[in-house]
């Protein structure tokens, strides 16, 4: 027989592996997604836009529309709002919070001033995602709410889907459990219904997550695992490591360490 000095080795040992893969799947994972410069790179945050024009009742990009014909007068209004969006986004992607949301506020202004309501949701949400970053929620989640209003008069639905999102992640950081798992729950069958897979790896590793927090450990391993086919299914090498590390975490509280391993 093993004595019991052993097996606590051996389950010390199993523990330390499992945490290390899934740190190396994640790392891989946040190296790719560096590379596109339009998400804002936390994986429990969801980008709420892209600069856009409003033409004939559709959000285009910028290189799509004609400026002379919907704006005459003022062409580097709307390019001057674009690129303070993304100098914002580019200083929150260095860390640089508080130099990020000035950048938002000048988008804002200029998109408001444009009637560009697309873009001005984008403005907002993003203003949220940077003020929970820096931990004043109480803001955040006025930004994000005023974001969320504005997409659902757009009937925009993946990103209504997006900010509930969002808004769970600043709820879960106060600690508000019970209106974090209202909106992901409430996000999960929007994005499913529009098809964003990848938005819905992210709610359901989250719902992991939120589930562990709540010693739902059973949940947690369907949302997981779930998290994890999905992730697999569409190449989110992201998505799998955090789905590994939930499952592995999860896991580890049930003390079925052979499952997790495998």
Not at 21 to 46: F, G, H, M, V
Not at 223 to 233: H, K, V
Request: glycine share 6%; hydrophobic share 35%.
């Amino acid at each position: 027989s093993t004595y019991p000095h052993c097996q606590a080795t051996h389950r010390f040992m199993q523990y330390h592996w499992l945490l290390k893969l899934a740190s190396i799947a994640l790392s891989i994972a946040n190296l790719s997604a560096t590379q596109n410069s339009q998400l804002i790179p936390d994986r429990t945050e969801i980008s709420t836009g892209l600069p856009c024009i409003e033409e004939e009742g559709d959000c285009r990009s910028p290189l799509q529309v004609d400026f002379t014909k919907i704006l005459p007068d003022r062409p580097n209004l709307q390019t001057e709002a674009d690129r303070h969006l993304q100098l914002g986004t580019q200083h929150y992607q260095r860390g640089e919070f508080t130099e990020a949301i000035e950048e938002f506020q000048h988008s804002l202004s200029l998109y408001q001033q444009l009637g560009n309501r697309h873009s001005e949701a984008a403005a907002l949400g993003n203003l949220g995602i940077a003020h929970r970053a820096l931990g004043d929620y109480d803001r955040a989640i006025d930004y994000l709410t005023q974001a969320l209003t504005l997409k659902r008069e757009l009937n925009d639905s993946q990103g209504e889907g997006q900010l509930l999102v969002n808004l769970g992640n600043v709820y879960e950081n106060l600690g508000d459990y019970d209106r974090a798992l209202a909106s992901y729950e409430q996000s999960l069958p929007i994005l499913r219904e529009v098809g964003d897979r990848a938005s819905e790896v992210i709610v359901l590793n989250n719902l992991g997550s939120l589930s562990v927090n709540l010693n739902e450990i059973e949940k947690a391993i369907e949302y997981s695992q779930a998290s994890l086919e999905l992730a697999q299914q569409i190449g989110d090498r992201q998505g799998i490591g955090q789905s590994y590390l939930n499952l592995g975490l999860s896991y580890h509280i049930l003390e079925e360490i052979q499952p997790a391993i495998e």
